[in-house]
């Protein structure tokens, strides 16, 4: 007997699976689906309505955040 080689000597060898190795495949997926078409114009216009009830409730929140500093203001000047 010989020693045994040292170190790595790679992996071990494997055979090839043979040809049709694979089983066959029955499930075909159904194509994909026509999406309804969209209504730009409506879509505009909720953007836009959506965009206006933001600013109204930033303004509002503003006038709020101002209000209440004028009157902590007040409150430590006087």
Do not use: K
Request: charged share 10%; net charge positive.
């Amino acid at each position: 007997g010989g020693q045994p080689p040292t170190g790595y000597t790679g992996p071990p060898p494997s055979t090839p699976p043979p040809p049709g190795w694979r089983p066959p495949v029955h499930v075909r997926t159904p194509p994909p689906r026509h999406l309804p078409p969209q209504d730009m114009a409506a879509m505009d216009q909720a953007e836009q309505r959506a965009q206006r009830v933001t600013y109204g409730v930033g303004a509002v929140v503003g006038v709020v955040l101002v209000l209440l500093t004028c009157l902590l203001c007040s409150r430590v000047l006087f």
